[in-house]
């Protein structure tokens, strides 16, 4: 009988000590199962968009070049340069100013291809008769207008070579809005553009032009800060007047 209740007690014993651990042990994790993956849509890229071309874009590739079979001279007028201030700001920055900095940088660059440049005042002694293979006047836009953007080029009205100063004009177009991203402003040419007294001045068989580079309120930026990039826009525009016109480098 003791025997028979020693044995019960240790079945007992036993079926509660299994009981226990299972009641301690830790579940199993659950494996989440990874969903089904979504086709991803074709993506769509856009083309890239151009960008403004540098000096080495128009050909302007090496520090210094003799780029043609001589040296050409272009006359670049710094507009109102030793006259009058042009269009003043209100915090007196002068058109003048803003001019001669980048006729300089403009003198730089032609240099550099083997052409020589004449750095001109507005009413300068040397523009009577004045020859040269191409004369550009540098001005800018007024300083008052909000919400006026752009630049625009001229030639004299009575041109007595008009398809020279017409391709002045159009290489001047072309290159300067490349260059700086600005557009184009030709609503505003006025008489003073088309009637400039330069081109009354200078030899009939030099071609001439006059750019406005822009207008110095919304255009501040860019005439004040980047004098470098509104250069190689007209230097570029005068080298591919040249390049049609004179015989290239071997």
């Given at each position: 009988?003791?025997?028979?209740?020693?044995?019960?007690?240790?079945?007992?014993?036993?079926?509660?000590?299994?009981?226990?651990?299972?009641?301690?042990a830790?579940?199993?994790?659950?494996?989440?199962?990874e969903?089904?993956?979504?086709?991803?849509?074709?993506?769509?890229?856009?083309?890239p968009?151009?960008?403004?071309?540098?000096?080495?874009?128009?050909?302007?590739?090496?520090?210094?070049?003799?780029?043609y079979?001589?040296n050409?001279l272009?006359g670049?007028?710094?507009?109102?340069?030793?006259?009058?201030?042009g269009?003043?700001?209100p915090?007196?920055?002068?058109?003048?100013?803003?001019?001669?900095?980048?006729?300089?940088?403009?003198?730089?660059?032609?240099?550099?291809?083997?052409?020589?440049?004449?750095?001109?005042?507005?009413?300068?002694?040397?523009?009577?008769?004045?020859?040269?293979?191409?004369?550009v006047?540098?001005?800018?836009?007024?300083?008052?207008?909000?919400?006026?953007?752009?630049?625009k080029?001229?030639?004299?009205?009575?041109?007595?070579?008009?398809?020279?100063?017409?391709?002045?004009v159009?290489?001047?177009?072309?290159?300067?809005?490349?260059?700086?991203?600005?557009?184009?402003?030709?609503?505003?040419?006025?008489?003073?553009?088309?009637?400039?007294?330069?081109?009354?001045?200078?030899?009939?068989?030099?071609?001439?032009?006059?750019?406005?580079?822009?207008?110095?309120?919304?255009?501040?930026?860019?005439?004040?800060?980047?004098?470098?990039?509104?250069?190689?826009?007209?230097?570029?525009?005068?080298?591919?007047f040249?390049?049609?016109?004179?015989?290239?480098?071997?």
């Open positions: 009988m003791f025997s028979v209740t020693l044995f019960v007690l240790f079945v007992v014993s036993l079926v509660m000590g299994v009981n226990l651990y299972n009641l301690n830790k579940p199993a994790p659950v494996v989440a199962q969903p089904t993956p979504t086709p991803m849509p074709d993506v769509q890229i856009a083309p968009v151009q960008a403004a071309p540098t000096v080495g874009a128009v050909d302007i590739a090496s520090l210094t070049t003799n780029r079979t001589f050409p272009v670049i007028v710094s507009g109102h340069k030793g006259y009058d201030p269009a003043v700001c915090d007196g920055l002068t058109e003048a100013e803003v001019n001669y900095a980048i006729a300089l940088e403009v003198t730089n660059l032609l240099a550099r291809q083997g052409v020589q440049g004449d750095v001109l005042d507005e009413f300068d002694d040397r523009l009577t008769d004045y020859q040269a293979d191409a004369l006047s540098i001005h800018a836009d007024s300083c008052t207008i909000p919400g006026a953007s752009g630049f080029v001229a030639r004299v009205t009575d041109s007595a070579i008009p398809e020279d100063e017409d391709l002045l159009s290489c001047l177009y072309d290159q300067y809005g490349a260059y700086t991203g600005l557009p184009q402003h030709p609503a505003s040419i006025t008489d003073n553009m088309t009637d400039y007294h330069a081109f009354r001045e200078i030899n009939r068989g030099t071609p001439g032009a006059i750019i406005e580079t822009g207008f110095l309120l919304d255009d501040r930026q860019m005439l004040q800060n980047k004098p470098k990039i509104v250069a190689r826009g007209i230097a570029a525009g005068i080298l591919c040249l390049d049609q016109r004179l015989a290239p480098a071997e």
